[in-house]
């Protein structure tokens, strides 16, 4: 798309570096903004939105342009140092599961509304990183073999859901390394219905072994 470099340097932000000398300016201007933004926050995370304007002044490109100029030149960092984007992909694919709260409680006036609802979303998320764990551990389980499919319910349907969740968690690590785990909200509660679903099909399972041994 016409938004995939922007997406790369996310990742490839990190080591821009490595650039030779014939893409110095697009790199050393780069570099200026997020040198900036590590001193500022510890992290070079949407360096790439501040950087924009000054990138298309110095290159010459405009916005299309620079997004595919910056997606070749990801994509060759991305060859010459395969290890540093692969951590990169890792750590973003850790942050997807994070489950964080996106809200602003300072437009809350009452302050015991504030209070409350502030207590609710720290449930709800708490809720959310405990269904996020139970996922990963019921599909680690599921390598144990087919009996263990049979215990957790798995059919088209479980397949179907619980597939989507992680091609998503491995796509959009691949593409971006920014706010990672907001592409996990609108597949919270798929999460939550996989792990239900398992959960309630291995207590059934249970309960007839127990009913067949009485």
């Given at each position: 798309?016409?938004?995939?470099?922007?997406?790369?340097?996310?990742?490839?932000?990190?080591?821009f570096e490595y650039l030779p000398d014939e893409d110095a300016a697009i790199r050393d201007?780069?570099?200026?903004?997020?040198?900036?933004?590590?001193?500022?926050?510890?992290?070079?995370?949407?360096?790439?939105?501040?950087?924009?304007?000054?990138?298309?002044?110095?290159?010459?490109?405009?916005?299309?342009?620079?997004?595919?100029?910056?997606?070749?030149?990801?994509?060759?960092?991305?060859?010459?140092?395969?290890?540093?984007?692969?951590?990169?992909?890792?750590?973003?694919?850790?942050?997807?599961?994070?489950?964080?709260?996106?809200?602003?409680?300072?437009?809350?006036?009452?302050?015991?509304?504030?209070?409350?609802?502030?207590?609710?979303?720290?449930?709800?998320?708490?809720?959310?990183?405990?269904?996020?764990?139970?996922?990963?551990?019921?599909?680690?389980?599921?390598?144990?073999?087919?009996?263990?499919?049979?215990?957790?319910?798995?059919?088209?349907?479980?397949?179907?859901?619980?597939?989507?969740?992680?091609?998503?968690?491995?796509?959009?690590?691949?593409?971006?390394?920014?706010?990672?785990?907001?592409?996990?909200?609108?597949?919270?509660?798929?999460?939550?219905?996989?792990?239900?679903?398992?959960?309630?099909?291995?207590?059934?399972?249970?309960?007839?072994?127990?009913?067949?041994?009485?």
């Open positions: 798309t016409t938004m995939v470099g922007y997406s790369l340097v996310q990742h490839t932000g990190a080591f201007t780069y570099l200026k903004y997020r040198n900036a933004r590590l001193a500022e926050r510890g992290n070079q995370t949407n360096t790439i939105w501040d950087a924009i304007p000054e990138l298309t002044k110095v290159s010459g490109l405009s916005f299309y342009d620079l997004s595919r100029q910056l997606q070749r030149l990801s994509l060759q960092l991305i060859r010459e140092h395969p290890f540093l984007y692969l951590k990169s992909v890792v750590q973003g694919w850790i942050d997807f599961w994070k489950a964080p709260i996106y809200w602003q409680p300072d437009l809350l006036r009452v302050p015991w509304l504030r209070s409350a609802v502030n207590v609710w979303a720290q449930a709800g998320r708490l809720v959310s990183v405990a269904g996020n764990f139970l996922f990963l551990g019921i599909s680690l389980a599921l390598l144990a073999g087919r009996r263990v499919w049979s215990r957790l319910g798995v059919d088209i349907h479980w397949v179907a859901a619980a597939g989507l969740i992680w091609t998503t968690s491995v796509v959009q690590t691949l593409l971006d390394h920014g706010d990672n785990p907001r592409f996990l909200v609108p597949l919270q509660m798929v999460v939550l219905y996989v792990v239900a679903r398992s959960v309630w099909s291995w207590r059934q399972t249970r309960k007839r072994a127990i009913g067949w041994g009485e």
